[in-house]
Every structure is written in structure tokens, then in C-alpha cells.
């Protein structure tokens, strides 16, 4: 089965543009869900260009790093959207039924989705 | 031929060649695959349809024959028996082998490798164009095509998804079977499927050829107009009369090899609608339709005659799509191949003008349920991160607004008395929370709710309705300031994931510089109630308790909560929001720590009672779709001295209008009625009880319920008893718990 952990980090909505110039520490993951959301995986404060943004810490998504052929056999299966082409990139959608997110980058892929959802997510990708 | 080469066929081995059907293999055994009926080998008709390894409606003559495959004949009359299913044993059974699905994106994609389609294909590619061919032959055998469109294939190793740009149906045609008496013999067969099993060195006898006979296919040709085939069970004649002469003349047999024409194979296209679907080759043809049939079974799948469709007819359903449904021709097996045209015939007979073939829907096959599921998946219910502890408190978990939640936990009406009386604890983690920010964000909520917001202070909260353009009650929750420009919506479990959207539309639509996250998922809540929840709450480090409608932000047990102070019970709350990996820690401090004091957790069951003897409103359960504040009795929440806010000119209108439907409060003595009962005055149903609930603590029964026709009495009468219309709410009106 899937092992699913939990992505320890800050989620941060903001002005996009206040957002595209944060800087984030050299092992921060940033995805940003939205032009103006972003989740900053490994990260525990930013500053930001904004006084009226938020930022809190984000414990509720889980995930896991799958090499190609893992994405390959467990999750490309299961989704019925197509996989974007530029990597790194974030892709989102239901992946067998439950809502998630890809961070596909080279080589290797995070496959994330809330932690409400995770239950579901492993038992479907068994 | 070896003897490992056998199909077993009702519990009979019989031997088969390489490269034959399941059909072909039965019919070189001298027998039929099912009881009788034309044999077409193409998989147009219906009748060669037989279980297959326990599948049924299997159509054999596109199965390859393999060793040790069982197939079993269907009943010659009625339906193949459902497999017997012991209820109570269910894990005796093992699943069904999972159906794997694969999806591919496509431009071009050919259903058909014929001739049509092999040109449709090259001819595509030429201009650059990436075609996918699917053919039935090659194991790719389409059953559907859907919006999108999308086309659903059979493939040896599961399903094949395809989104297409654009697809060309090149299905060629079928082959007519004939409509007379004696159709349902054994030993008629179509022209091609003749030349098949001549090639395949399955043995005729003696065979004779009604319209052109087949090249190849020793046969004695007949001449006239077919009347009807004879024999017991097999064919061993055929009745033909001179065209324009009554004179019968029969000619013994053993096999009738018929020709009558084709008609398009276009059951694809009639599914596609207004889809980018062009059909070539012969399934685009108009061929002829046969003669109009005057006695016989025209549609086999369904055993429909020709007097059946008579009958219909004679009944008044007089347009094709009518009569299909009217007499279920060509809703079987075969979906209409066989007795399309007949049909067609039948009405262009009777009314002059040749009616266009009825509409085709998926599937085109019998697919399985397993098959037809392949990839679809139910709806994902979300988990609280306490969910195994509520498990292991032996809750019976259910699902509510996308959560699965605890109902109860054994014993609702102990966990009801442990909020009244003592101290309960509460998963509310499912609300739905939102954080806003900006400077403009109290313009914002101020627009978004019929509430005043400016006036709320930091640190305090406030109950808030949501309505829409029309007035209408579409969710509620609470408005908590954090700061001057940042502040805490909840909504309902069920109702948040729309509000999220509601907010967010209005927040782009107003334009205003406004920041929403959501903290649905990420934040878990508990909800501490009962008389003794500050006592409880003291003892884990809170001693500075917000007051009614407060909220702060503090330590509980050690975890960073944010502390809301409120109730829907009726008792003294506090709803302690916090981040989901700390929910177990804080739960099992709380219980722990209650132990002395009576702490119980209680589930929905119990906290729906609990709201309802305060009059609380559930959204969806006791408001409808057009409940506006005025019929709830809500009016209170509404500030229309605001200049605008979302639903005020709604209002603002049908407040002039008459006041015929109202949501009152009901009791009556004894136990409560279902929900859902009709509530009666004079002799007429006036409306119904949308919750209902026997009061443990006031003795007797307590409703919501809307009563619907103006003036409103004040005695009403349900489930045979008197019940007084009394405003809510039923316990504590002061409110005086809730505040304590």
C-alpha cells in the first residue's frame, strides 16, 4: 500500500505578485495551488510584500515521492486528465476519485492530497 | 485437432479447431448456440448469445474457442438464472477479478479496420493526421461512445478509455434475417456466416440459398418469395411461392443460407448524437428496407411479432421511438440490429414515409457490471483525524456532507443526558472554516452577509446567515473578528465546500482586495459541551474562558487551539479548533480529564436532539431551496437597514408579498412522529415535520415544521394526534445555559 506522510509546511495566500517574489529556503518545495496560494513544503515562515496575507502552518496534506515507474504503474491508471508536459510542473485533479495534486518534476514525482482523503487514496491505489 | 482442444458446453466436452469461434465450434458439434435462429458469425444478432465462463450474453460467435472454457446455453425460455448470492456469507465469495482500464488521448480514431476504414485511415494520415483503428477482430471492440467524445473499448486485457478529437464509424454493414414463421429453426444462416463455416469444414448437408448464393458454398439456389421454413426444432424445409402466386412450393433441407439484403451497421453513430462523428463505407448507406413483414418474429432478443407491433400500433403509439417503447422491439440483446429494419418497414407501410432508425445508447454490448465500472469510482468520504478513536468507542460511523461521522455511540440517549447534564465531547472537525483577510474585507463580509459586520468586535463573533441572489437560505455558521481586516467563517460540514466557492465568486465579482484560504481539511475541532464544560476546560489550562460569543486563541492541554465560544446544544460550548495532527493528543487529554466529571462523546444522533428542543435549524434538513429568513422565523438575522447586501432586493420584494409558508415549532405529548409526516388541519395536509425528536428532558414530543397554506392555526394534527404550534425554542428560551 501507499505510505502517505504527512507534508510538514506553510500555506501562504497572498497578492501573486507579493507571492512570485518570496523567497524560500533551498529545500523548500513551493507549490502554488493558485495564483495567489501557495504551499511551501519544508518551510516555516516567509516574509512577504503583504501585509493582509496569510500565513499559517499547514500539517493536513499528505504524500508520497514516486519514482517514474511508480507514477506509471499506481496513479497514471487512475487519472483521466492529461499530464502536463513541462517539468517541474503542478498538475491537479482526481486521481482515482479522490482530490489530489502531482508535483511532477524529473525523474521523480510527489503525489499529494489532504490528510481527510488519505484513507481513500491508499486504498485505492492498492 | 488434439484432445486438450475442448470447450466443455453444458457440461459436455466438444472438440474445436484452431481459429474457431465458440459459435463455430458448437455449430461443427451439430449443434446451436442457443435453441435456434438465424446464425450470423458477424455479432450482429443476438443469436448465438450464450454464457460464457459464467458471464452471460456472451456472444460466441466473436469468443475465441479456448481450451476448458465453459459455456452454458441460455434457457429457451426466460432469462439466464442470476448467480445465488448467500447474504449472510458474503465474504465466502471471492471479488471479481478487477477490471483494468487503460485511457489514451487520440485525434483521429476509426472504429472498423474494413476497407471503408482502412481508407478513412490513410487517407487521414496522409494529412498529417495520428489515426487509431479499433476493430472488433483485433480484441478492440467499441461498446460506446460518449460525450467528449469518449469511446469505450473492450480489450483483451480490460478497458480502454479513449478521448477523441474526432471520430469516423466505418462499421460496415449487417446482414437481414428473416421475418416468417419457422424463423426460431435451427440451420439458417446468413450468406457470410455460410462462407464461414464452409471454410472452416463445419459440414451444411444439404443447403439451399435464398437471394444470391454464396460463391463457394455448395447450395441448391431457390427461387420466389419466402413464406416459411418447417421442421421440428432443426429446418428441413422452406416454403417459397412463385412471386405473384399463391402456389407453395417446399424444398427439404438442411441448412437455408439466406441473402436478403444488408442493412447499415451504424448503431455507433445513432449513440454519437451531434458529437464529432462522421460514419463512412456501408454503415453510411441507405439500402433498401425489406418488405413490410406480415406474421413472424421480427425482433428475437425481445420476442416481439409482427402482431405484437400490430397491437401497439393498434393502441395508438405511431412513431418509431413510441412503438420501440411501447412493444420493447429492439431493446434486447442486439439493440435493434435484426429488427430495425423490419420495424422501419412496418411504419413506412402504414404511413407512407420511412421513419429515421431510433436513437442507440451505450452500451452496444453486454458489457458486465464489472466492465461497465471499470474506473469509475464512488465518491471519496473524508475522515477526521479522530476518526479511529471514535471507532474505538465503539461509534457506528455513517456519512454526512462528505465525512464519515459518528452517529452514535451505542447509546444516544446517554450521550444526550451526559450534554445536559454533564460534560460531552464532539467531533465538529467537519465545519466548514475559512479565514479572510484584507482591507477590504469587512466591505466584503458586509456585502456577503444580511448581518452586520462592521459592529463586530475583535475577539467577539456573531451568527450569520448566508443567502443568495434570491433570498434564499443557502448555509449558516459564525463570523469570528480576529483583527480589523481578518476574520473566521464557519459554515455547515455539508455546506462549506459550496460556500468556499460562493465566497470566493463574490470576492472576484465585488473586486475587492480580499485574501480566502480555507482551513476545512486542516483544521480539527472539538466541541466541549454541557454545564460542566468550564470546569472540564479549567482543568486542562483554559482559565481564561471566553464568554458567550467570544473567542480567543489559547493553550488547551497543550495544544494551540482557537477557542470559540457558542452553542448549538444549548449548553454551555466552546468549540476548540486546532491543527489536525494534534486532534488525538487533545481528544484523549479531554476525555482523560473528564473522566470524574461524566464525560461521554456524543454523535449526531444526539446533538440532532439536542439542537432541535433549541429550535436550531439544520440547513437542508429543515430549510427547503426557497426558504428566506421571513419563513424560517429568522427575520432577526437579518439587518435591512444595510444598504445592500446579497438577497436584499429579493427581500426587500417578497416581504410585500403574502406570509403563506412558515418553519414553526410543534409539540404534541407521547412519542415523536417520523419525520416527514404530513401535518393535517380540516381534513387537509398543510404541510409536514421536517424534525422531530421525544424531548428526554421535557417529557414529551418536539417538531420543526413547516406549515404551508395561510393563516397559520394554531392546533394542528399529526400521525392521528393534536399538536400545538408553539414557538421555539423548546428548552431554556432565556438561553440562560448556553450563557452560563
Known amino acids: 500500500m501507499l505510505a502517505l506522510e504527512v507534508l510538514q509546511g506553510v500555506r501562504v495566500v497572498a497578492a501573486p505578485e507579493a507571492l512570485d517574489a518570496a523567497r524560500w529556503g533551498d529545500q523548500t518545495v513551493v507549490l502554488r495551488f493558485a495564483a495567489d496560494d501557495a504551499f511551501a513544503i519544508g518551510a516555516t515562515d516567509t516574509d512577504l510584500a503583504d501585509e493582509h496575507a496569510i500565513i499559517v502552518g499547514e500539517t493536513a496534506f499528505v504524500g508520497a515521492w514516486l519514482t517514474d515507474d511508480e507514477l506509471d504503474a499506481w496513479v497514471i491508471p487512475h487519472i483521466e486528465w492529461p499530464l502536463p508536459d513541462h517539468r517541474p510542473d503542478l498538475a491537479q485533479g482526481f486521481v482515482a476519485g479522490v482530490p489530489a495534486k502531482l508535483w511532477l518534476t524529473e525523474g521523480r514525482t510527489l503525489l499529494l492530497c489532504p490528510a481527510a482523503y488519505a484513507h481513500e487514496l491508499s486504498e485505492r491505489l492498492r | ?740
Open chain 2, 1 to 740: 485437432m488434439t484432445d486438450g482442444r475442448r470447450i466443455i458446453l453444458d457440461g459436455r466436452p466438444i472438440p474445436y479447431e484452431d481459429g474457431d469461434s465458440v459459435a463455430v465450434a458448437v455449430m461443427r458439434a451439430g449443434e446451436h448456440p442457443q435453441h435456434g435462429g438465424t446464425i450470423c458469425l458477424a455479432g450482429d444478432c443476438g443469436n448465438c448469445a450464450a454464457a460464457v465462463d459464467s458471464v452471460a450474453y456472451v456472444r460466441t460467435c466473436q469468443t475465441r474457442a479456448r481450451p476448458g472454457l465453459v459455456v452454458r446455453r441460455h434457457p429457451a425460455v426466460g432469462e439466464p438464472a442470476l448467480p445465488a448470492v448467500d447474504k449472510m456469507n458474503l465474504a465466502g465469495y471471492a471479488p471479481a477479478p478487477r477490471i483494468r482500464v487503460q485511457r489514451e488521448e487520440a485525434d483521429l480514431v476509426v472504429i472498423g479496420a474494413g476497407d471503408s476504414g482502412a481508407a478513412a485511415a490513410t487517407n487521414a494520415e496522409r494529412q498529417g493526421r495520428t489515426v487509431t483503428v479499433l476493430d472488433a477482430h483485433d480484441e478492440m471492440e467499441v461498446v460506446a461512445v460518449y460525450a467528449g467524445p469518449t469511446i469505450i473499448v473492450r480489450t483483451r486485457g480490460g478497458m480502454l478509455h479513449i478521448n477523441a478529437r474526432e471520430v469516423v464509424v466505418a462499421t460496415g454493414a449487417a446482414e437481414l434475417h428473416p421475418v416468417c414463421p419457422g424463423s426460431s429453426l435451427i440451420g439458417l444462416v446468413t450468406a457470410r456466416a455460410a462462407r464461414q463455416l464452409h471454410a472452416a469444414g463445419v459440414h451444411l448437408g444439404v443447403a439451399v440459398a435464398i437471394g444470391p448464393a454464396p460463391s463457394g458454398v455448395p447450395s441448391i439456389p431457390l427461387q420466389g418469395r419466402l413464406l416459411r421454413f418447417e421442421g421440428e426444432g432443426r429446418v428441413m424445409g422452406v416454403v417459397m411461392a412463385d412471386e405473384g402466386s399463391d402456389r407453395e412450393r417446399t424444398t427439404a433441407c438442411d441448412t437455408v443460407i439466406l441473402d436478403l439484403g444488408n442493412s447499415p451497421r451504424d448503431l455507433l453513430s445513432r449513440m454519437s448524437g451531434d458529437l464529432p462523428v462522421t460514419v463512412v463505407g456501408p454503415a453510411a448507406d441507405a439500402f433498401p428496407l425489406p418488405e413490410c413483414p406480415t406474421t413472424g418474429t421480427v425482433c428475437p432478443c425481445s420476442n416481439v411479432s409482427v402482431e405484437d407491433l400490430q397491437g401497439v400500433w393498434d393502441r395508438g403509439f405511431r412513431e418509431l421511438e413510441l412503438v420501440k417503447r411501447a412493444s420493447l422491439v429492439g431493446t434486447g440483446t442486439c439493440q435493434g440490429s435484426v429488427c430495425l429494419p423490419y420495424v422501419r418497414s412496418f411504419i413506412a407501410d402504414r404511413t407512407g414515409g420511412i421513419p429515421d432508425p431510433f436513437t442507440a445508447r451505450p452500451a452496444s454490448r453486454q458489457i458486465t457490471l464489472a466492465e461497465a465500472a471499470a474506473g469509475v469510482h464512488i465518491d471519496a468520504f473524508r475522515r477526521t483525524p479522530l476518526h479511529d478513536e471514535h471507532i474505538a468507542l465503539g461509534a457506528r460511523m455513517d456519512r454526512f456532507g462528505g465525512w464519515w461521522r459518528p452517529w452514535h455511540y451505542g447509546d444516544h440517549v446517554a450521550e444526550y443526558w451526559s450534554v445536559r447534564e454533564a460534560v460531552s465531547l464532539g467531533d465538529v472537525s467537519t465545519l466548514g472554516k475559512l479565514i479572510v483577510s484584507g482591507p477590504d474585507a469587512v466591505e466584503f463580509l458586509e456585502r456577503l452577509y444580511p448581518t452586520n459586520i462592521a459592529d463586530i468586535r475583535v475577539g467577539r463573533s456573531r451568527y450569520a446567515l448566508l443567502l443568495n441572489e434570491r433570498g434564499h437560505l443557502m448555509d449558516d455558521g459564525m463570523i469570528c473578528r480576529e483583527a480589523e481586516s481578518r476574520f473566521v467563517l464557519t459554515f455547515t460540514s455539508a455546506g462549506a465546500s459550496h460556500a468556499e466557492m460562493w465566497v470566493r465568486d463574490w470576492v472576484d465579482t465585488l473586486g475587492l482586495r480580499v485574501h480566502v484560504l480555507d482551513r476545512t481539511m486542516s483544521l480539527a475541532a472539538i466541541n466541549v459541551t454541557g454545564p460542566l464544560a468550564g470546569q472540564l476546560l479549567e482543568r486542562v489550562g483554559l482559565s481564561e474562558q471566553p464568554r458567550f460569543l467570544q473567542h480567543v486563541r489559547a493553550e488547551v492541554a497543550g495544544v494551540p487551539c482557537h477557542v470559540m465560544r457558542l452553542s448549538f446544544t444549548g449548553e454551555m460550548s466552546f468549540e476548540l479548533h486546532h491543527a489536525v495532527e494534534r486532534s488525538v493528543e487533545l481528544w484523549r487529554s479531554l476525555m482523560a480529564h473528564g473522566h470524574d466529571l461524566g464525560i461521554a462523546p456524543h454523535g449526531l444522533q444526539a446533538l440532532q436532539a439536542l439542537r432541535l428542543e433549541k429550535g436550531n435549524v439544520i440547513v437542508g434538513m429543515d430549510s427547503e431551496l426557497d426558504s428566506t429568513p421571513r419563513r424560517l422565523g429568522m427575520e432577526w438575522a437579518v439587518k435591512m437597514d444595510k444598504p445592500d447586501f446579497i438577497g436584499r432586493s429579493a427581500l426587500a420584494r417578497t416581504a410585500q408579498l403574502p406570509d403563506d409558508r412558515r418553519l414553526v415549532g410543534l409539540t404534541m405529548p407521547g412519542m415523536a412522529p417520523i419525520e416527514g409526516s404530513p401535518i393535517w388541519f380540516d381534513h387537509e395536509v398543510i404541510g409536514h415535520v421536517a424534525s422531530s425528536f421525544t424531548s428526554p428532558v421535557l417529557g414529551h414530543a418536539v417538531m420543526l415544521g413547516w406549515l404551508k397554506r395561510a393563516p397559520f392555526p394554531e392546533q394542528v394534527e399529526v400521525d392521528g394526534r393534536s399538536a400545538s404550534v408553539v414557538r421555539p425554542p423548546f428548552y431554556d428560551p432565556e438561553g440562560s445555559r448556553a450563557r452560563a
